[in-house]
T-cell receptor, first 114, second 113 residues
Framework: GAVVSQHPSRVICKSGTSVKIECRSLDFQATTMFWYRQFPKQSLMLMATSNEGSKATYEQGVEKDKFLINHASLTLSTLTVTSAHPEDSSFYIC??????????FGAGSRLTVL | AQSVTQPDIHITVSEGASLELRCNYS??????LFWYVQSPGQGLQLLLKYFSGDTLVQGIKGFEAEFKRSQSSFNLRKPSVHWSDAAEYFCAVLTGGGNKLTFGTGTQLKVEL
């Protein structure tokens, strides 16, 4: 079945470095993808909507320059956490629409910033 | 603005017992409602969804949910819980257009053997 693949599943980086997380739709095309952030034991918060061929749409309060999103093709969206700091440590999950009104989610990427 | 409330942060049930997880939503139009399950460190798996029609919807893994417009609720139920059902459960509502999901805060289910 249709799957969304995220890579890496876990990443540890030093403070001040940048980290890229990839989200790929397998066996289907996604002109739109969604990036969520989940703090420990909390719900998922939508960060931004990634649009193929155009700029991402960010939710209120999300820093565009901190969380760079690029939707390079119909099957790939990337989230780059720039100049990461410990407070950026979180679980990041992407999703893509699969048919009408249904989203399929990736397995998530756990970022730990030391 | 749309919102989803899951009143129970934690629920513990014995294996074989019945389960009901509560979800209330606030949304002006007819809601599209979902239940997702998340195992530790994993992404979300769709259990079931309601768009229209029969208000009792069946999902995977023996789960069902009932949409009650008068109560703005979409509670998840399972007649007999299995130990493998221990996970975090999220109720969500889809806003009109754009496939944006608003999630509840989640209910952590623990199953005692």
């Amino acid at each position: 079945g249709a799957v969304v693949s995220q890579h890496p599943s876990r990443v540890i980086c030093k403070s001040g470095t940048s980290v890229k997380i990839e989200c790929r739709s397998l066996d289907f095309q996604a002109t739109t993808m969604f990036w969520y952030r989940q703090f420990p034991k909390q719900s998922l918060m939508l960060m931004a909507t990634s649009n193929e061929g155009s700029k991402a749409t960010y939710e209120q309060g999300v820093e565009k320059d901190k969380f760079l999103i690029n939707h390079a093709s119909l099957t790939l969206s990337t989230l780059t956490v720039t100049s990461a700091h410990p407070e950026d440590s979180s679980f990041y999950i992407c999703s893509a629409p699969l048919g009408a009104n249904v989203l399929t989610f990736g397995a998530g990427s756990r970022l730990t910033v030391l | 603005a749309q919102s989803v409330t899951q009143p129970d942060i934690h629920i513990t049930v014995s294996e074989g017992a019945s389960l009901e997880l509560r979800c209330n939503y606030s949304y002006g139009a007819t809601p599209y409602l979902f239940w997702y399950v998340q195992s530790p460190g994993q992404g979300l798996q769709l259990l079931l969804k309601y768009f229209s029609g029969d208000t009792l919807v069946q999902g995977i893994k023996g789960f069902e949910a009932e949409f009650k417009r008068s109560q703005s609720s979409f509670n998840l139920r399972k007649p007999s819980v299995h130990w493998s059902d221990a996970a975090e459960y999220f109720c969500a509502v889809l806003t009109g257009g754009g496939n944006k999901l608003t999630f509840g805060t989640g209910t952590q289910l623990k199953v005692e053997l």
